[in-house]
T-cell receptor, first 115, second 115 residues
Framework: DTEVTQTPKHLVMGMTNKKSLKCEQHMGHRAMYWYKQKAKKPPELMFVYSYEKLSINESVPSRFSPECPNSSLLNLHLHALQPEDSALYLC??????????????FGDGTRLSIL | AQKITQTQPGMFVQEKEAVTLDCTYDTSDQSYGLFWYKQPSSGEMIFLIYQGSYDEQNATEGRYSLNFQKARKSANLVISASQLGDSAMYFCAMREGRGDYKLSFGAGTTVTVRA
């Protein structure tokens, strides 16, 4: 079992729906990340939160809206998605101590399908 | 420019044999970290091993070892005594010493272990 928990594991939604992905960690990490991964490709960074503040937005379309309510929780709100947004969405967390040495720990991901 | 290069899209290995996955990197930073992740078909990204740029010894974690050749900018992963459960995609990643917490991933190598 991973220490980063993502729900739901699978999500099918229409292009007009609004849904949210949830990510939770209890390792005391202060940096959290959202990645998008297409099949057989490496993960692509979407957002980084550091101490609950958005520090990096990799020019992600506004139909993806991240939220970090507290240090343990990270949400990704989805609205009016396109078929090309179908992918595996991975959440990760890491300690924030200013060194390069901290690995990111990933959840199992949410497999998202847009109809 | 590509920061992480994995030149082997796919590899087959016989059970109980060792396999080496190649990874070369490009950075001008003196401080950086190199990571290997395993991603089974289930989707979870599993952190395997870390090597710091200032580490003088090659990292080892159980059956995983990292052959770090700094002058050649390579960080190859060696998996000894392969098991069927090692079948997965493996990603090499680098984090540079700029404090933005980004991981640069390679394209990945798919390993299939044969009985």
């Amino acid at each position: 079992d991973t220490e980063v928990t993502q729900t739901p594991k699978h999500l099918v939604m229409g292009m007009t729906n609004k849904k949210s992905l949830k990510c939770e960690q209890h390792m005391g990490h202060r940096a959290m990340y959202w990645y998008k991964q297409k099949a057989k490709k490496p993960p692509e960074l979407m957002f980084v939160y550091s101490y609950e503040k958005l520090s990096i937005n990799e020019s992600v379309p506004s139909r993806f809206s991240p939220e970090c309510p507290n240090s343990s929780l990270l949400n990704l709100h989805l609205h009016a998605l396109q078929p090309e947004d179908s992918a595996l969405y991975l959440c990760a967390s890491s300690q924030r101590d200013g060194t390069v040495a901290m690995p990111q720990h990933f959840g199992d991901g949410t497999r998202l399908s847009i109809l | 420019a590509q920061k992480i290069t994995q030149t082997q899209p796919g590899m087959f290995v016989q059970e109980k044999e060792a396999v080496t996955l190649d990874c070369t990197y490009d950075t001008s930073d003196q401080s950086y970290g190199l990571f290997w992740y395993k991603q089974p078909s289930s989707g979870e990204m599993i952190f395997l091993i870390y090597q710091g740029s200032y580490d003088e010894q090659n990292a080892t974690e159980g059956r995983y070892s990292l052959n770090f050749q700094k002058a050649r900018k390579s960080a190859n992963l060696v998996i000894s005594a392969s098991q069927l459960g090692d079948s997965a995609m493996y990603f090499c990643a680098m984090r540079e010493g700029r404090g933005d917490y980004k991981l640069s991933f390679g394209a990945g190598t798919t390993v299939t272990v044969r009985a």
